[in-house]
Structure formats: structure tokens, C-alpha cells
């Protein structure tokens, strides 16, 4: 977090030179804390925000650097991202412990144990791999790493590729998992920038780090998993794709063993000139971004794109998968 902190304010002071950036605050968030328990159990979706948004609402400070993918599609009252940077490799990478340099995971002996916090990443690879078995693991990089390199429990790990870069460990990577192997989480790779929404000043200041492809993409994704009502405790995916003015959203929901799927992908044009959208449509949000330097129309047919994906998947029969999903989840 600190890291990813860092790199936006380094931004900023590169925009700004004459303004003054103090990163006041580190801070634990529940998520942080509750090392021994999966994500998709706690249950409580700003898991690693609300702490964050409590400095923010106090004036404490300004501005709030998340992870876009920790960032439930509807914040609370009063506030929005104000910025979202230019995307990392949004992909799912694996490290494999020591002993295993080299392979990849359909290489690896019967039975390895991979471990993973994420529901949407064992439930596409028990799919993909029957042969692995796959466990939990919590903690930040740093344990994780250390977690896999001196014991013995896991053969590899599933990690975010962006979050390894970030770090400077991108030589860990033994394989990219590409969308053929396996989807990545709804805004996975990008950061976001959390701000007050009547924050004219701040609001203006960050805009400035909107990253407009970016910013369609996880519009996009943001609205398919909104209208499909996922969150941690269920298991859904997505791969998006900017090209030539066309969007494409591939989105996916899953059982928690990945015997049960359902995906499907559509596309819509998001090439729109910009207008000067002066006045009370200034501050419109796009499942929760407030993004002035990109053209409206294009981030409403960006929104269109992953709520009409997501009203396909529940045409056919993704609310069932998804209600099953969090009950056996609940009950585990």
C-alpha cells in the first residue's frame, strides 16, 4: 500500500511542483488485521477502506490511494475516485517455490497444494488443473512470499502480476495466467484515487491521473459486477479489451469448485468526442468514478456494456450460480 502511495504521489509532485504532498498516514485496516480468517468469510466488502474513508470524512486527509479492485462498486455517501491511473498487468501470476523453478502449473506433481485468498482464482483453476489441490493463504506479500519459500506446505502461489511489479519482484513470476487459463478480478492492476465528492480542488488536482482506456475498462467491469451483485464471497471474473474505439467485456461467474460456469462477451463502440460538460452534470459517477476528462457518452456505453454482459449472464441462470456459491461459502 505504502508503495503504491508513493508512485501516485510521485505523480502528483511531478504535475504540481509547487504544492506540497505529505503522506500523513499509515494505517492498519480490518482487512489487514484479520490474518486467519479468508477474505470471502469476513464478509464486510470495504474490508480495507473504511478506516481510509474515516480520515478522509474528518479531513484527516485529502486524498486516499486504494487498489481499485478493493473498492466495492458503491461507495458510501460522499464520496468518489477521483483518479484512476494507467493500468498495470491486470493478469494472475504464479510463484512457485523454489524447488519447482520452472514449471508451469499443469507440470507440477499430482495433489501440489497451491495457495490462493481468492474464491474466483481456485474456482477457474481447480477447473483447469483437477490435478493440484488449492488452500488458503492471507497476509501482504512479504508473508505470503515468506510462507511459500521456507515451508513446505505450498508448491506455488497465486498472486496479482501488478502487485509484484509494484514491489520490484517481478523476477518471482514463474507464469502469467492469461485469460485462457484465468479471468482477473474486476478492476484488478489499477489504482484509484479516493477523494470527497464536493471536493472540487482535490477532485480537479487528481483528475489529472485519469488513464481514459483504463478508465472505460474498469467502468465496464465495476457496472458487470455491480448489476450481477458479486463481492469477495462469490466467484466472478472478467477480461477487458480496448481496441480501435471498440470495448470488449468478457465477464464470468463460477461455482466454487469451477464445475459450474457461465461466460460470454460483448462489445460496444466508446469512441466519443469530448464535450464540455459544464454545469450539474459535472460531477456525474459511473459506479462510483468521477472521471470529467472523459467523454460522458463514452463512460455510459462503458456502463451499459457491463450491465447488459451481466443481464445476459443472469438470463442465463447466473443468480443461481452465485446464490449456491455464497451459501456454501457461508457454511464452509
Not at 486527509?61 to 493500468?87: E, M, N, Q, W, Y
Not at 471474473?237 to 457461465?262: E, M, P, R
Not at 460538460?277 to 456494456?305: F, M, R, S, Y
Amino acid at each position: 500500500a505504502r508503495i503504491q502511495t508513493d508512485s501516485v504521489v510521485t505523480m502528483l509532485r511531478e504535475l504540481y511542483p509547487d504544492l506540497d504532498f505529505e503522506i500523513a498516514v499509515a494505517m492498519s485496516t480490518t482487512g489487514d488485521k484479520i490474518l486467519d480468517t479468508a477474505l470471502s468469510k469476513i464478509g464486510e466488502k470495504s474490508l480495507f477502506t473504511k478506516e481510509l474513508e474515516n480520515a478522509l470524512e474528518r479531513n484527516a486527509v485529502d486524498l486516499v490511494v486504494h487498489s481499485l479492485k478493493d473498492l466495492p462498486t458503491s461507495l458510501p455517501p460522499g464520496f468518489t475516485i477521483g483518479a484512476v491511473c494507467k493500468r498495470e498487468n491486470p493478469l494472475d501470476a504464479v510463484v512457485f517455490h523454489p524447488k519447482n523453478c520452472g514449471k508451469t502449473l499443469s507440470l507440477l506433481p499430482e495433489k501440489s497444494v497451491i495457495g490462493t485468498s481468492s474464491l474466483r482464482r481456485a474456482a477457474q483453476l481447480k477447473k483447469k488443473f483437477p490435478h493440484l489441490e488449492f488452500r488458503d493463504i492471507r497476509g501482504n506479500l512479504n508473508t505470503r512470499l515468506k510462507k511459500l519459500d521456507e515451508k513446505e506446505d505450498f508448491s506455488a502461489i497465486i498472486l496479482a502480476a501488478a502487485g509484484l511489479k509494484r514491489m520490484g519482484w517481478e523476477n518471482r513470476i514463474g507464469q502469467l495466467l492469461g485469460p485462457e487459463d484465468c479471468l482477473y478480478a474486476v478492476g484488478q492492476g489499477a489504482l484509484a484515487v479516493e477523494v470527497r465528492a464536493k471536493d472540487q480542488e482535490i477532485l480537479n488536482m487528481v483528475s489529472a491521473l485519469h488513464d481514459a482506456d483504463t478508465v472505460l475498462c474498469c467502468i465496464a467491469e465495476r457496472a458487470f459486477m455491480k448489476h450481477l451483485e458479486g463481492g469477495c464471497s462469490v466467484p466472478v471474473a472478467v477480461n477487458t479489451l480496448l481496441k480501435d474505439g471498440q470495448l470488449y467485456l468478457t465477464g464470468a461467474v463460477y461455482s466454487l469448485d469451477g464445475s459450474d460456469s457461465l461466460k460470454e462477451t460483448m462489445q460496444t463502440g466508446v469512441s466519443y468526442p469530448h464535450q464540455n460538460e459544464d454545469g450539474p452534470n459535472d460531477d456525474v459517477q459511473h459506479v462510483g468514478i468521477t472521471a470529467k476528462n472523459v467523454p460522458g457518452q463514452a463512460q455510459e456505453a462503458a456502463e451499459n456494456l457491463g450491465v447488459e454482459l451481466a443481464s445476459l449472464l443472469l438470463s442465463k441462470g447466473a443468480k443461481h450460480i452465485l446464490s449456491v456459491a455464497r451459501q456454501l461459502n457461508d457454511a464452509h
